[in-house]
């Protein structure tokens, strides 16, 4: 463990190979179906997760925010294993409560040096922070200059998802069952932001390949530093990888553009099919 531990919960959607490579301890958030309860990333795979989900009569998941107790548990084990101060970086506050639950964490250790970060994203945005935070780490900066800099960073964040399906939305609440109705019939495929803590509806489109190739346009607006793809069990992955980068500015390392496969924690509110990317523009 190095001298600063970096924390992130399973909303960051983080593989346990990337969380592993890197350092960074994961908090899980919980996720029903029906009357099973699993533990995001710990007892249910991203894998698994989509599996269910998309299964024939399957129930639609419910996800429950981490609890003071289990990030508690991650940051003593962090501080046993060697850390002196800790950076915990989480999903938006606005999207979940899984912030308040790392707070009251960290008031309970008062005698530690324990800095919590709200990402104001979601997804690979809060787990893109999470991995600058550990790369900062690991070249010997500490926690309050990584903690300062990950909030000042996370300005430059933002994700762009085409939705395949308005049906999850109208399945989780965040639309209603008319609106849902009005979408399928006009085959419409919303694209979503989340900045700034906000999920908001950007534009609208007719079908899968203008909204693949409008998804572009918006993330390819500005000069990327980074850039990490984001799909829910889409077809041609690959080659929106490709087309992404053919069409970014910027300074940005192709050989490390990943492709993430969005988890239990966020994919009940997107549902299958859908694609974009998380980008933090150059500055």
Not at 33 to 47: C, N, P, S
Not at 173 to 193: D, N
């Amino acid at each position: 463990m190095g001298r600063v531990a970096i924390v992130t919960d399973s909303a960051a959607d983080l593989t346990p190979a990337a969380a592993d490579a890197a350092g960074i301890a994961v908090v899980p958030l919980a996720v029903s179906f029906g009357e099973e309860h699993f533990r995001a990333g710990v007892d249910l795979t991203t894998e698994e997760f989509w599996q269910r989900m998309t299964a024939p009569q399957a129930p639609f998941p419910k996800t429950a925010a981490a609890s003071a107790g289990d990030f508690q548990t991650v940051f003593q084990r962090c501080l046993a294993g060697g850390a002196e101060s800790i950076v915990c970086v989480d999903v938006a506050g606005t999207l979940s409560g899984t912030i308040k639950a790392a707070l009251i964490a960290r008031d309970e250790l008062t005698d530690r040096e324990i800095h919590v970060v709200d990402s104001g994203s979601a997804s690979m945005g809060t787990g893109l922070l999470a991995l600058i935070g550990a790369e900062m780490a690991a070249e010997g900066a500490s926690a309050v200059s990584i903690a300062a800099a990950l909030d000042d960073r996370k300005a430059d964040l933002n994700v762009y998802f085409a939705l395949d399906t308005v049906e999850y939305l109208k399945r989780g609440g965040r639309i209603s069952g008319t609106q849902a109705a009005i979408g399928t019939l006009l085959s419409v495929k919303p694209i979503i932001t989340i900045k700034d803590g906000l999920v908001e509806t950007v534009d609208k489109v007719r079908t899968r390949s203008k909204a693949r190739s409008r998804t572009i346009e918006l993330l390819t607006a500005r000069p990327v530093e980074r850039i990490v793809v984001l799909h829910t069990m889409a077809d041609d992955v690959a080659a929106f990888r490709d087309e992404l980068l053919d069409r970014t500015t910027g300074p940005i390392d192709a050989s490390r553009v990943d492709v993430h496969l969005v988890g239990a924690s966020v994919g009940p509110h997107l549902g299958p099919g859908g694609i974009g990317a998380v980008v933090m523009y150059a500055r």
